[in-house]
C-alpha cells in the first residue's frame, strides 16, 4: 500500500508547476493582445497611480503601464531564460559526452575548464562576463549560458562513464559499430531525460539570474521592460508606490517556483536512478 501511493504520489509538482509555466508562455505569446497599453508609452498626467480598474497593476513614475510592462516583460525574462539553457545544454552535454567517452587527455581538459568555471559563484562569473563583453540581451544570454554549462557536462560525463561500461555498449563496439553511431543511438537517448530534468530546473535560475544583471543595469536596457529592471525602478518608491517592484516581483517569483515544481515532477517521473 505504502509503495502504491507513493508511485501515485510520484511527480504531483508536474500539475501546479506546468499550469504556472504554461500562464507565463501564454502571457509571453499573447503579450501585445493582452497588454491595454503599449509597455514604453509614457504619459505625464498618470505617474503613480495606485492599482485601479484603468491600471490593473498602477502606473510606475513615468505614468507607464505597469501591467502592460510585466506582461512583456515575460517575453524578455523567457526568451533569455530559453535561449542561454539551451546553448549551455548543446554545448555542454557535448563536451560531458566527448569527455566521457573518450576519456584520457580530453576528459582531463575538458573537466578542468569546466572545474575553473564551476568554483566561481554564479552572480560572481556572470558579472565578470557581462562586463567583459557588454551590456546586451546577447551578452547577456552567452553569459548565462557560460554559467550553467559545466552542469550539463558534469551530468553528461557521469552518465556516460556509467553507461560505457555497460553490455550494450560493449556488444555494440564488437560489432563494428562507430563511435558517433554508438554515442547517437545509445549514450544520448539515455542521457536526454537526465537533461530534460536539469534544463526545467535550470530555466529557473537562468530567469533568476536574468532579473539579478537586469537588477544591477547589466542585463536590458530601458525602456525594454525586464522584471529585474522594474524591481530596480521601483525600489526608490516603496514606500508611495509599492506596486512597481511588487508585481514584476510576484511574477519572478511564481514563475521561478513553476519551472522549480515542474523540473522536481519530471525528475520524479523521468529520472531512472528514482524508480522503484
Known amino acids: 500500500m505504502k509503495r502504491l501511493l507513493g508511485r501515485r504520489g510520484r511527480g504531483s509538482q508536474i500539475i501546479p508547476g506546468g499550469f504556472l509555466v504554461l500562464l507565463v508562455i501564454f502571457a509571453a505569446l499573447l503579450a501585445p493582445q493582452i497588454s491595454p497599453r503599449s509597455p514604453s508609452t509614457i504619459d505625464s498626467g498618470r505617474q503613480l497611480e495606485s492599482p485601479s480598474g484603468g491600471a490593473l497593476f498602477g502606473t510606475d513614475n513615468f505614468g507607464r503601464d505597469v501591467f502592460s510592462r510585466v506582461i512583456h ?47 566561481i559563484p554564479s552572480i560572481l562569473l556572470a558579472l565578470v562576463l557581462m562586463g567583459i563583453l557588454g551590456s546586451s540581451l546577447t551578452n547577456l544570454a552567452i553569459a548565462i549560458s557560460i554559467v550553467y554549462m559545466p552542469i550539463f557536462a558534469r551530468i553528461t560525463r557521469g552518465e556516460v562513464l556509467s553507461l560505457s561500461s555497460r553490455d550494450f555498449i560493449e556488444a555494440s563496439r564488437s560489432t563494428g559499430a562507430r563511435d558517433l553511431h554508438i554515442m547517437w543511438r545509445h549514450l544520448v537517448p539515455n542521457v536526454l531525460p537526465l537533461l530534460i530534468i536539469q534544463m526545467t530546473i535550470n530555466l529557473a535560475f537562468a530567469i533568476l539570474a536574468e532579473a539579478s544583471l537586469s537588477y544591477l543595469g547589466l542585463g536590458t536596457q530601458p525602456p525594454a521592460p525586464s522584471w529585474g529592471r522594474m524591481i530596480s525602478e521601483g525600489r526608490i518608491y516603496l514606500g508611495e508606490a509599492p506596486w512597481m517592484s511588487v508585481f514584476p516581483g510576484l511574477a519572478l517569483m511564481l514563475t521561478v517556483i513553476g519551472f522549480n515544481l515542474l523540473g522536481d515532477g519530471l525528475r520524479d517521473r523521468l529520472d531512472p536512478r528514482l524508480r522503484e
Open 73 to 119: 516583460g515575460s517575453r524578455i525574462s523567457l526568451g533569455i531564460g530559453l535561449v542561454s539553457v539551451f546553448v549551455a545544454t548543446v554545448i555542454g552535454s557535448l563536451l560531458g559526452l566527448l569527455a566521457g567517452y573518450y576519456g584520457r587527455w580530453i576528459d582531463w581538459g575538458v573537466m578542468r575548464v569546466m572545474d575553473v568555471l564551476f568554483s
